[in-house]
């Protein structure tokens, strides 16, 4: 019998300031506020997020973090389509306040970091069609044209010895996992 892992679905975070945080997560990522309550498990109010109507929530805003405390999320990831989505969130992401902007090519990957209001890393990201070996990060130029950044980063990845096509490291996870 196949069994499927369970998928990682949403996920939420304690903020200081809800409303703060409810606007700059709708403003940057177009978010839509779908419900807002004080839960039962959770006696504080929450904030749930989507950007798509198959999911009530994608983003959970707690209120109830402590003032002073620092954040303790590693990163929060956004998937996108093109280099230009790239580009139009970090220039409505500085917009609305967030911080210690950077461009990193992972090779696998083209993203984006940056802060948000209450200082969570927000990753911002565009999938390659390359797999190299992970943590891999050359800086991200996000001025360059498309055509330019493309080639760049083909180049280092097929400089990696771990270089392979994304659809080559897609078979392997999935002949190791059967």
């Given at each position: ?152 980063t083909e180049a280092i990845c097929r400089a990696d010895p771990g270089f392979m096509p994304v659809a080559d ?10």
């Amino acid at each position: 019998m196949t069994t499927t892992p369970p998928q990682l679905s949403h996920f939420g975070i304690f903020v200081h300031d809800i409303e703060a945080m409810t606007r700059f997560y709708t403003q940057v990522f177009g978010l839509r506020l779908t419900d807002r309550g004080v839960g039962r498990n959770f006696k504080v109010p929450l904030h749930f997020l989507s950007g798509t109507p198959d999911q009530h929530h994608q983003l959970v805003l707690a209120s109830g973090r402590a003032a002073g405390s620092p954040s303790t999320v590693m990163q929060l990831s956004f998937k996108v389509a093109a280099i230009d989505e790239l580009r139009r969130v970090r220039r409505d992401a500085l917009a609305a306040g967030a911080a210690q902007m950077r461009g990193m090519n992972h090779g696998n990957a083209l993203s984006i970091y940056f802060s948000d209001l209450e200082g969570n890393t927000v990753e911002v990201y565009l999938d390659t069609p390359w797999y190299v070996p992970q943590p891999h990060g050359d800086p991200l130029d996000l001025e360059k044209p498309d055509s330019e950044i493309w080639a760049e980063t083909e180049a280092i990845c097929r400089a990696d010895p771990g270089f392979m096509p994304v659809a080559d490291w897609m078979a392997r996870f999935s002949q190791a996992a059967g």
